[in-house]
């Protein structure tokens, strides 16, 4: 199944949007991820990871105020395709609440096991 590559979507509480701007693709959330969300930002994602567009793919996490598990196994899951794919994976702008849950969880440890990048703001 092909994924649009150039979209803006608003599902649930949050908005995912595919920023070209840059050299490498960055995938900006806000809002909220949670079990209503997650689905399209994984969908989102593997649509970008499948389409091999470089050798990284940023997810701007600047703007989400809330996640839950599932938002978590949702980057988790992406950082495992990513990984397969030789495509580097780097979490910006990750504060507030979603940065204590990382810390907690110590997820910079994991992304940097897989030679991937969490930036914490």
Same mark, same amino acid.
């Given at each position: 199944?092909?994924?649009?590559?150039?979209?803006?979507?608003?599902?649930?509480?949050?908005?995912? !949007? #595919?920023?070209?701007?840059?050299?490498?693709?960055? @995938?900006?959330?806000?809002?909220?991820?949670?079990?209503?969300?997650?689905?399209?930002? =994984?969908?989102?994602?593997?649509?970008?990871?499948?389409?091999?567009? $470089? !050798?990284?793919?940023? #997810?701007?996490?600047? $703007?989400?105020?809330? /996640?839950? /598990?599932? $938002?978590?196994?949702?980057?988790?899951?992406?950082?495992?395709?990513?990984?397969?794919?030789? /495509?580097?994976? !780097?979490?910006?702008? @990750?504060? $507030? %609440?979603? =940065?204590?849950?990382?810390?907690?969880? %110590?997820?910079?440890? #994991?992304? !940097?096991?897989?030679?991937?990048?969490?930036?914490?703001?």
């Amino acid at each position: 199944m092909k994924h649009s590559l150039d979209t803006t979507a608003r599902v649930g509480d949050a908005t995912v !949007r #595919i920023d070209r701007s840059n050299v490498e693709p960055t @995938v900006v959330v806000t809002g909220c991820m949670t079990v209503d969300s997650s689905p399209h930002l =994984r969908s989102v994602l593997f649509g970008l990871l499948d389409n091999n567009l $470089g !050798r990284l793919l940023v #997810i701007d996490l600047s $703007g989400v105020s809330h /996640i839950d /598990i599932s $938002g978590f196994a949702t980057l988790l899951e992406a950082l495992s395709s990513a990984h397969e794919h030789s /495509i580097r994976l !780097r979490l910006a702008g @990750v504060n $507030g %609440q979603p =940065r204590k849950l990382a810390e907690f969880a %110590q997820l910079d440890e #994991i992304f !940097r096991a897989l030679e991937s990048e969490m930036e914490f703001s």
